[in-house]
């Protein structure tokens, strides 16, 4: 319990958090990306640019013109349908690696016939991925669609010129090769980019890399061919640094905000507002208002052939997340992300925790909520403006997580300690102080300072004179000798209480009593005084009583004396015991033992008496030498 409780077992906990923030796990990642999407849940981005349009293929399409995939004519008279309503460039998020195969020799293969009477039908047959080619080459605005694949490429497809600045290739994500579209249809194209989002632990598209590469060849993807061909470019200039991918350019002036992976954060608005068509919508040129002079992505949306993947605003289609990153581009509504703000948010969030580790040890329960609410909802404020104003993507997530844990954690171990100390001071000192001490005690345990602590204060030693013939008295009955003892040593103690002393310790027939500690009393020497003349008027009603009953009556003697000693808890954190010791605590036993020879029951010592302002009837008794000093000192009694 004891490591547990230590401020060390702290500092570990701490250093060991600080740790799985620099490690960068998935745990801590999507403990990060949940905190943006939320971000995004309750501000998505509200400019929307309308110049992006997605055209859905429904499942009513596939009704109506056929099964996919469709003879590439059909395609090309669709195609000819957004060109002719003014489309200004158009994506299709639809791979076509293969050619139609309902289409002039490749429809042909499925029947049973030779070579050569395939090839002279073929000659009557209309070539429709030839007729979609014309159609692509016609519109000149056509972005296709590259894919990635598991296995390597013999010969990689080029694609727009990419200019190289600095050690580019070790940042970009790497595949070992790409599918790309018919090469009959590349011809025509504008522009071929690859259409792939980055690979996140919990599958939730949140970037998307701009360029990739496939051994040492970069390609770009679609969104990056859209803002080229958008800014007129014919190349592509990326430059790395060494942190990474630090500009991905199309112009002098126009470029994308990429991380150092070369990854653009979406930043997703609400889905809802999209202008979606469907491609029968697009066939009847009722809607050419909503597709001319926009960019128009074209996908599956019918059941079973459409590629659905997880954002921060829930599924959607692959098109609807290529529009919603196109138009993150046209509005210039980027999402940002520091190279450098994994050191600073680690740096900051190791301050906070030391900065913790030192106050809260400190603070009471009470003040720690409170603190630990204002921490934590000043991060979280922080980062959620930095997000809504300036676009600035600030992880608070494991910070706001190792605060509270180290909170929760010190917080424990305080209420721990101060229970256990209360109740240890509840046990000690119950009978031993008045209860309302006891309770300012316990309500500020502080005031027992483990190794103790320097004061002036005043001492009290009270024992029983000629104790052993009463305990010859009672030689066959030592519980009536208990029971005499018992009221003796309650009656003195309630007057020592009463009167704001602490009784230290019992010892046989003695009491050994102090003032002026655990609680700060101003008047401790009148106290210690006046508690001694109480105790000898309360003995007289006690030997009265005892008299009665034919008990035997008891005789006492007290010493006082005032001084510097040492006081606090001698012993350890769970186990001590709040006592005091020094040589003005000695002098007072030693006037107690000497009040016999005196013949006095009070004995003073003079540093009492000089103390006291109450007028007591002081009186000198003589100068001794007690065991233990050389010097004479002066003692004196009370007349009462």
Same mark, same amino acid.
């Given at each position: 319990?004891?490591?547990f409780?230590?401020?060390?077992?702290v500092?570990?906990?701490?250093?060991?958090?600080?740790?799985?923030?620099?490690?960068?796990?998935?745990?801590?990642?999507?403990?990060?990306?949940?905190?943006?999407?939320?971000?995004?849940?309750?501000?998505?981005?509200?400019?929307?640019?309308?110049?992006?349009?997605?055209?859905?293929?429904?499942?009513?399409?596939?009704?109506?013109?056929?099964?996919?995939p469709?003879?590439?004519?059909?395609l090309?008279?669709?195609?000819?349908g957004?060109?002719?309503?003014g489309?200004?460039?158009?994506?299709?998020?639809?791979?076509?690696?293969?050619?139609?195969r309902?289409?002039?020799?490749?429809?042909?293969?499925?029947?049973?016939?030779?070579?050569?009477?395939?090839?002279?039908?073929?000659?009557?047959?209309?070539?429709?991925?030839?007729?979609?080619?014309?159609?692509?080459?016609?519109s000149?605005?056509?972005?296709?669609?590259?894919?990635?694949?598991?296995?390597?490429?013999?010969?990689?497809?080029?694609?727009?010129?990419?200019?190289?600045?600095?050690n580019?290739?070790?940042?970009?994500?790497?595949?070992?090769?790409?599918?790309?579209?018919l090469?009959?249809?590349?011809?025509?194209a504008?522009?071929?980019?690859?259409?792939?989002?980055s690979?996140?632990?919990?599958a939730?598209?949140r970037?998307?890399?701009?360029?990739?590469?496939?051994?040492?060849k970069?390609?770009?993807?679609?969104?990056?061919e859209?803002?080229?061909?958008?800014?007129?470019?014919?190349r592509?200039?990326?430059?790395?640094?060494?942190?990474?991918?630090?500009?991905?350019?199309?112009?002098?002036?126009?470029?994308i905000p990429?991380?150092h992976n070369?990854?653009? /954060?979406i @930043?997703? +608005?609400?889905? %809802?507002?999209?202008? !979606?068509?469907?491609v029968? &919508?697009?066939f009847?040129?009722?809607?050419?208002?909503?597709?001319?002079?926009?960019?128009?992505?074209?996908?599956?949306?019918a059941?079973?052939?459409?590629?659905?993947?997880y954002?921060?605003?829930?599924?959607?289609?692959?098109?609807?997340?290529?529009?919603?990153?196109?138009?993150?581009?046209?509005?210039?509504?980027?999402?940002?992300?520091?190279?450098q703000?994994?050191?600073?948010?680690?740096?900051?969030?190791?301050?906070?925790?030391?900065?913790?580790?030192?106050?809260?040890?400190?603070?009471?329960?009470?003040?720690?909520?409170?603190?630990l609410?204002?921490?934590?909802?000043?991060i979280?404020?922080?980062?959620f403006?930095?997000?809504?104003?300036?676009?600035?993507?600030?992880?608070?997530?494991?910070t706001?997580?190792?605060?509270?844990?180290?909170?929760?954690?010190?917080? /424990?171990? @305080?209420? +721990?300690?101060? %229970?256990?100390?209360? !109740?240890?001071?509840?046990? &000690?000192f119950?009978?031993?102080?008045?209860?309302?001490?006891?309770?300012k005690?316990?309500?500020?345990p502080?005031?027992?300072?483990?190794?103790?602590?320097?004061?002036?204060?005043?001492?009290?030693?009270?024992?029983?004179?000629?104790?052993?013939?009463?305990?010859?008295?009672?030689?066959?009955?030592?519980?009536?000798?208990?029971?005499?003892?018992?009221?003796?040593l309650?009656r003195?103690?309630?007057?020592?209480?009463?009167n704001?002393g602490?009784?230290?310790?019992?010892?046989?027939?003695?009491?050994?009593?102090?003032?002026?500690?655990?609680?700060?009393?101003?008047?401790?020497?009148?106290?210690?005084?006046?508690?001694a003349?109480?105790m000898?008027?309360?003995?007289?009603?006690l030997?009265?009583?005892?008299?009665?009953?034919?008990?035997?009556?008891?005789?006492?003697?007290?010493?006082? @004396?005032?001084?510097?000693?040492?006081?606090?808890?001698?012993?350890?954190?769970?186990?001590?015991?709040y006592?005091?010791i020094?040589?003005?605590?000695?002098?007072?036993?030693?006037?107690?033992?000497?009040?016999?020879?005196?013949?006095?029951?009070?004995v003073?010592?003079?540093g009492?008496?000089?103390?006291a302002k109450?007028?007591?009837?002081?009186?000198?008794?003589?100068?001794?030498?007690?065991?233990?000093?050389?010097?004479?000192?002066?003692?004196?009694?009370?007349?009462?």
């Open positions: 319990m004891k490591i409780t230590s401020i060390w077992m500092i570990v906990f701490a250093i060991v958090l600080t740790g799985i923030r620099v490690n960068n796990s998935d745990t801590v990642k999507i403990l990060r990306y949940k905190t943006w999407d939320y971000f995004q849940q309750v501000q998505p981005r509200a400019d929307i640019s309308d110049r992006v349009v997605v055209v859905n293929i429904t499942e009513s399409d596939l009704k109506r013109y056929g099964q996919w469709w003879p590439r004519h059909i090309a008279l669709f195609h000819a957004l060109t002719d309503s489309a200004v460039l158009v994506n299709y998020n639809v791979l076509f690696a293969e050619a139609d309902m289409g002039g020799k490749e429809y042909l293969k499925s029947f049973p016939m030779t070579e050569e009477v395939r090839e002279q039908l073929g000659a009557f047959l209309t070539d429709t991925d030839r007729v979609f080619a014309y159609a692509i080459n016609e000149k605005n056509v972005v296709l669609m590259m894919s990635v694949k598991s296995d390597q490429d013999e010969i990689i497809p080029t694609t727009t010129q990419i200019i190289q600045k600095g580019v290739l070790p940042w970009l994500y790497e595949y070992n090769g790409i599918v790309p579209p090469t009959q249809l590349t011809v025509g504008k522009g071929i980019g690859v259409n792939v989002t690979p996140e632990p919990d939730v598209v970037k998307m890399p701009v360029l990739i590469r496939v051994g040492d970069i390609y770009p993807s679609m969104l990056l859209n803002i080229r061909l958008v800014n007129r470019s014919k592509i200039k990326v430059v790395a640094k060494e942190y990474g991918i630090n500009e991905v350019l199309v112009s002098k002036k126009a470029g990429v991380n070369a990854e653009m /954060y @930043n997703y +608005a609400d889905p %809802s507002q999209y202008t !979606q068509l469907s029968e &919508q697009v009847s040129r009722e809607h050419d208002e909503k597709i001319k002079g926009r960019i128009v992505v074209v996908g599956m949306d059941a079973g052939l459409s590629v659905l993947k954002t921060p605003h829930g599924l959607t289609t692959d098109q609807m997340i290529t529009a919603q990153a196109l138009d993150t581009t046209m509005t210039g509504d980027y999402l940002y992300r520091t190279p703000a994994d050191t600073y948010e680690i740096v900051f969030m190791a301050f906070l925790l030391l900065l913790l580790i030192l106050v809260l040890p400190r603070t009471s329960v009470l003040l720690a909520v409170p603190l609410f204002f921490i934590e909802g000043g979280a404020y922080g980062a403006m930095a997000y809504a104003n300036k676009g600035f993507l600030v992880d608070p997530s494991w706001m997580l190792s605060v509270f844990l180290i909170w929760a954690h010190s917080v /424990y171990n @305080n209420f +721990a300690t101060q %229970s256990r100390l209360r !109740q240890q001071i509840k046990k &000690q119950e009978h031993y102080l008045d209860p309302g001490m006891v309770k005690l316990q309500k500020d502080s005031l027992l300072k483990l190794g103790g602590e320097k004061r002036d204060m005043t001492f009290l030693f009270c024992d029983i004179r000629g104790f052993t013939p009463i305990s010859e008295k009672y030689k066959g009955n030592p519980e009536g000798l208990t029971k005499l003892i018992n009221r003796f309650t003195m103690t309630d007057v020592i209480i009463a704001g602490t009784i230290d310790k019992f010892m046989g027939d003695c009491i050994m009593a102090f003032w002026n500690a655990p609680i700060e009393d101003g008047q401790h020497e009148e106290h210690a005084v006046q508690a003349i109480d000898q008027n309360e003995l007289l009603k030997n009265q009583q005892l008299a009665v009953e034919g008990l035997p009556t008891i005789a006492i003697g007290i010493g006082i @004396n005032t001084g510097e000693a040492l006081v606090g808890n001698m012993g350890s954190d769970q186990r001590f015991d006592s005091v020094g040589d003005a605590v000695n002098l007072a036993a030693r006037l107690e033992s000497s009040s016999k020879t005196l013949g006095k029951t009070l003073i010592g003079e009492t008496v000089k103390a109450l007028n007591y009837n002081f009186e000198y008794i003589d100068q001794i030498t007690v065991k233990g000093k050389t010097e004479e000192i002066k003692v004196y009694t009370v007349k009462h």
